[in-house]
């Protein structure tokens, strides 16, 4: 069972940069993958980002990709996403994830067995 909590979000002014981040416990491999997911007022929750522990892939939605990075410090078994250019519609409550050696990085929320709490990230024009 892996344990994740996500920490870092505030509110930023548009155009500002906020890195958050996930913390894993429990038991971890190598070629699990860590997702980014987030979900806005009154839409469906969408996928971000993803890297395996072992930084052999990842994946980016079209949304995000240039100005949002995936990152990871393996020895501190967390996972980061370093926000930049921000927009207003990047407001949401931002989710980590986590699926256990999958084939391929999924972009698809129900391949994942495990979530954390959610942290808020709020942009401000």
């Known amino acids: 069972q892996v344990r994740l909590e996500e920490s870092g979000g505030q509110t930023v002014e548009a155009g500002g940069s906020l890195r958050i981040s996930c913390a894993a416990s429990g038991r971890t491999y190598n070629r699990d993958a860590v997702a980014w997911f987030r979900q806005a007022p009154g839409k469906e929750r969408e996928f971000v980002a993803a890297?395996?522990?072992?930084?052999?892939?990842?994946k980016y939605a079209d949304s995000v990709k240039g100005r949002f990075s995936i990152s990871k410090d393996n020895a501190k078994n967390t996972m980061y996403l370093q926000m930049n250019s921000l927009k207003r519609e990047d407001t949401a409550v931002y989710y980590c994830?986590?699926?256990?050696?999958?084939?391929?990085?999924?972009?698809?929320?129900?391949?994942?067995?495990?979530w954390g709490q959610g942290t808020q990230v709020t942009v401000s024009s």
């Open positions: 890297m395996r522990w072992n930084g052999d892939s990842t």
């Open positions: 994830a986590s699926e256990t050696v999958p084939v391929s990085i999924s972009p698809y929320a129900r391949r994942y067995n495990s």
